[in-house]
């Protein structure tokens, strides 16, 4: 497989519709990353589930998530299924991000194609905050049926893809009735994106733009 290895991983935006998307869409790859990077800056912000239980939960998984990183977690409290109907609030929290964290060097954010309103409206909004930085857009499994075909793939350990799928069990105890948020979901999807990239497990992820420097 062809690599692709950043210059620098020493910051990291991590976007959410929804307390448990990132971890669900990009847990794996952000404990790989802060396992072989102590100290790194992680900047996260959700736009539901302030003030509710989920903010809990949300706090406790991002940090299991994120072992030795300097962790900032804001949560915003737009209705769940409602992200249009406060698109204001949503492009605010957004450009409030960019302040504090101007020049990340990785963003994670759900991809363009996914179908739920909400994942699908933060997406949009990330390239007219962020223009000219890598953006991984990461995907969630659900009843929908809109996983794509993504370009992108973290190769997982075994021990990554399970230590990934335990916290989501541990952390996120409100979710377990969903049907399809169980371990063999991710780690299903988790086997099938590694086979695609010629390892056990992986993560995948799609971007809008990525280019080369042959000359250098």
Same mark, same amino acid.
């Given at each position: 497989?062809?690599?692709l290895?950043?210059?620098? +991983? #020493?910051?990291?935006?991590?976007?959410?519709?929804?307390?448990? #998307?990132?971890?669900?869409?990009?847990?794996?790859?952000?404990?790989?990353?802060?396992?072989? @990077?102590?100290?790194?800056?992680?900047?996260?912000?959700?736009?539901?589930?302030?003030?509710?239980e989920?903010?809990?939960? &949300?706090?406790?998984?991002?940090? *299991? %998530?994120?072992?030795?990183?300097e962790?900032?977690?804001?949560?915003?409290?737009?209705?769940d299924?409602?992200?249009?109907?406060h =698109?204001?609030e949503?492009?605010? *929290?957004?450009? #409030?991000?960019?302040? +504090?964290?101007?020049?990340?060097d990785?963003? %994670?954010?759900? =991809?363009?194609?996914?179908?739920?309103? #909400?994942? @699908?409206?933060?997406?949009?909004? $990330?390239?007219?905050? =962020?223009?000219?930085?890598l953006?991984?857009?990461?995907?969630?499994?659900? =009843?929908?049926?809109?996983?794509?075909r993504?370009a /992108?793939?973290?190769?997982?350990?075994?021990? $990554?893809? &399970? *230590?990934?799928?335990?916290? /989501?069990?541990?952390?996120?105890?409100?979710? +377990?009735? +969903?049907?399809w948020?169980? @371990?063999?979901?991710?780690?299903?999807?988790?086997?099938?994106?590694?086979?695609?990239?010629?390892?056990?497990?992986?993560?995948?992820?799609?971007?809008?733009?990525?280019?080369?420097?042959?000359?250098?």
């Amino acid at each position: 497989m062809i690599g692709l290895r950043p210059a620098r +991983r #020493d910051t990291v935006v991590a976007l959410g519709a929804h307390c448990d #998307d990132i971890a669900i869409g990009a847990g794996a790859s952000l404990l790989t990353l802060c396992r072989a @990077r102590p100290g790194l800056r992680v900047d996260a912000l959700v736009l539901s589930g302030g003030g509710t239980e989920r903010e809990q939960e &949300e706090r406790a998984a991002l940090t *299991a %998530f994120c072992p030795g990183a300097e962790l900032s977690l804001t949560l915003l409290k737009i209705p769940d299924g409602r992200l249009p109907a406060h =698109w204001d609030e949503a492009k605010n *929290a957004l450009e #409030d991000l960019r302040r +504090r964290a101007a020049n990340p060097d990785l963003i %994670f954010a759900p =991809w363009r194609g996914d179908a739920h309103q #909400d994942h @699908r409206g933060l997406a949009e909004l $990330v390239p007219t905050v =962020w223009r000219d930085h890598l953006t991984l857009g990461y995907e969630i499994v659900k =009843w929908d049926g809109d996983l794509g075909r993504p370009a /992108l793939h973290q190769p997982l350990s075994e021990e $990554v893809a &399970e *230590a990934k799928v335990r916290l /989501l069990a541990e952390h996120y105890p409100s979710q +377990r009735h +969903r049907p399809w948020y169980d @371990r063999e979901a991710f780690l299903g999807l988790a086997r099938i994106r590694g086979i695609e990239c010629g390892a056990r497990y992986a993560e995948a992820f799609h971007t809008d733009k990525l280019t080369i420097d042959l000359g250098g």
